[in-house]
């Protein structure tokens, strides 16, 4: 399954081939509650089609007709927004206090060039930065090393396109179905493991890569990055401390765990005698996911999704304090 970003540009790329000249939304600020967080992006086509989203509501509507009527035409990036009163927030479905500031550019066939560029990093798991002259409409882009957030200001706007979150689920089952349907809902790459070639085949759950080997190797060749985050379902402890051993190891950002607090204790123990130091088992999120009463499947599913969410936003928060002392 495509993520939403891949998927705008191989619109937006669909229609520079095509000779169109198609407009690309990007949420460049919120105020308040939001809808869609900065950085989401929408593109619009001249038959009136729309990719991807900026608030889920009325104010795609309204774009779609400006656009279409002749506004915000032309390379240079304009800048607009939505809910700067009580009566915008009625009006465009916002949540109350709500505020949106969008940048609209109007592409063509000069844009092709980093629309691909950036489509193919996010293939290969690169990261790469477009910086766009906000009154020329020149884009350039250029590799980096991480992603950082969306920062403009009156003659440049810099939006990064990488790689998505991977999740990596270790050992087929229900809970592994629940957990990947609500994933792939909140834009997660889904990849699951298993050496039981039986169970792979009996999976009930969305269509997601499926690898048949030995956990510790799937670990080191899917979920070694800093954008994955693995999580051990398998209830076999061969299965779960094979995984485990290689993902505290690695540069995964999140590792998880499913078993009770006892299962837990002796994981731990094991993992000890097995030459895991205390410093990664640390890393180690177990029992894992939010302790929200879960007992059904779904239930710890959710559970793990918000435990995912909340840290994201920790993580994020915190880029953005230290790039503010910078």
């Known amino acids: 399954m495509l993520s939403s970003d891949h998927t705008i540009l191989s619109s937006l790329l669909e229609a520079l081939t095509q000779g169109e000249q198609p407009w690309l939304v990007t949420v460049t ?7 869609r967080p900065v950085g989401s992006l929408v593109v619009f086509r001249a038959d009136g089609s729309q990719i991807g989203s900026v608030s889920g509501g009325c104010v795609e509507e309204d774009l779609i007709e400006q656009l279409l009527a002749g506004a915000f035409h032309g390379p240079a990036v304009h800048f607009t927004e939505y809910g700067v009163s009580a009566e915008d927030n009625e009006k465009w479905g916002l949540p109350c206090g709500g505020r949106l500031e969008l940048a609209i550019q109007q592409l063509d066939s000069e844009d092709t060039d980093w629309v691909a560029g950036a489509r193919q990093a996010m293939v290969e798991r690169r990261t790469v930065l477009r910086r766009v ?32 979150q991977r999740l990596l689920l270790v050992g087929a089952g229900q ?16 990849l699951l493991t ?44 061969r299965v779960d401390d094979m995984a485990l051993m ?9 590792v998880g765990a ?26 180690l999120h177990a029992p894992v996911g939010l302790s929200i009463g879960s007992k059904t499947t779904m239930e710890i599913a959710v559970s793990i999704m918000a435990q995912l969410t909340q840290l994201r936003r920790d993580k994020d928060r915190s880029n953005q304090t230290k790039r503010r002392a910078q």
Request: proline share 4%; aromatic share 6%.
């Open 194 to 237: 298993d050496s039981r070639e039986w169970a792979l085949d009996q999976w009930q759950g969305p269509d997601i890569e499926k690898i048949l080997g030995l956990p510790d190797d799937v670990v080191r060749e899917y979920g070694s990055d800093e954008l994955s985050a693995v999580i051990t379902l398998s209830h076999d402890p």
């Open 175 to 190: 809970l592994a179905a629940n957990l990947s349907t609500l994933a792939l809902a909140m834009d997660y790459e889904v």
């Open 246 to 254: 290689e993902a505290l190891e690695s540069a995964a950002w999140y």
């Open 133 to 164: 002259d906000c009154i020329s409409g020149e884009s350039l882009l250029s590799a980096t090393d991480r992603f950082t957030t969306l920062e403009k200001n009156e003659e440049c706007l810099a939006h990064c396109f990488g790689p998505r």
């Open 258 to 283: 499913l078993g009770s607090v006892r299962t837990t204790e002796k994981r731990i123990a094991r993992l000890l005698k097995l030459g895991v130091e205390e410093k990664a088992l640390a890393r």
């Open 29 to 35: 600020g919120t105020i308040g509650s939001s809808p």
